[in-house]
């Protein structure tokens, strides 16, 4: 190997590969406080009187990410409830609140990894799932359906209509299946016929 120089040398021992900054995404779970309690302990008379360690563990300091969508999904169904005590509408009950939550996480995950296509699909797949049910809230009431897209944030898209290229191929291939279709109800018309017929003439043997 042919010597190097001094200058290089030293080049070469401060080398270092270069790393790319990642960008801060902001979550969705960013607005909850980490000092409110989680979902199980919030109500609880108890809390009042713990100590503020006891209390700093079961808040959401320290609490996993399920937990912290546990309390996110709580809010956002308190956002489309009729009343204080609605429980069973289809709003309340329906997926949007954890259909929304996922999406979103997806999205946050997508924009840190771009290339992860399972994930890609999972999140299209919910996308999907979201948007029948929007169509059916839609379609059986439709100020529900206003409001819950406005309150949670949702962007809702009519489906383009359905429309198909007429072609020679495709024209040809109909009228083959309209006279296949054809030709198939002329033979059950001529069996149903002779079964009509064998019946009758059973009868009359039997007389």
């Known amino acids: 190997h042919a010597a190097c120089s001094p200058a290089l ?9 270069v790393t790319r900054r990642r960008k801060d ?3 969705q779970l960013d607005d909850l ?3 409110m309690l989680k979902k199980d302990y919030a109500n609880l008379p108890v ?30 169904v308190e956002k489309v409830r009729r009343s204080p005590s609605d429980n069973g509408s289809f709003e309340v009950q329906g997926k949007f609140q954890t ?18 296509k399972n994930n890609r699909r999972r999140m299209l797949m919910d996308v999907d799932k979201r948007k029948k049910l929007l169509g059916y809230l839609r379609r ?6 206003e409001n819950t897209c406005t309150e949670l944030g949702i962007q809702y898209s009519l489906p383009p209509p359905y429309t198909r290229r007429v072609t020679k191929r495709w024209l040809v291939k109909k ?9 198939v109800r002329k033979l059950k018309a001529a069996e149903r016929l002779k079964q009509r017929r064998e019946r009758q003439a059973r009868a009359r043997a039997a007389q």
């Open 175 to 183: 009228a083959f299946c309209i006279k296949v279709f054809q030709e």
């Open 47 to 76: 809390m009042n009187s713990v100590d503020d360690v006891v209390r700093r563990l079961l808040s959401l300091e320290m609490a996993s990410q399920k937990e912290k969508m546990k309390i996110k999904t709580q809010q956002l």
């Open 99 to 116: 259909g929304r939550i996922l999406i979103r996480m997806f999205e946050e995950h997508l924009q840190r990894h771009p290339k992860d």
């Open 9 to 17: 040398q030293a080049a070469r021992g401060y080398a270092r590969p």
């Open 25 to 27: 995404i902001p979550s």
């Open 140 to 145: 059986v009431r439709f100020d529900t359906f």
């Open 33 to 35: 406080p980490p000092t």
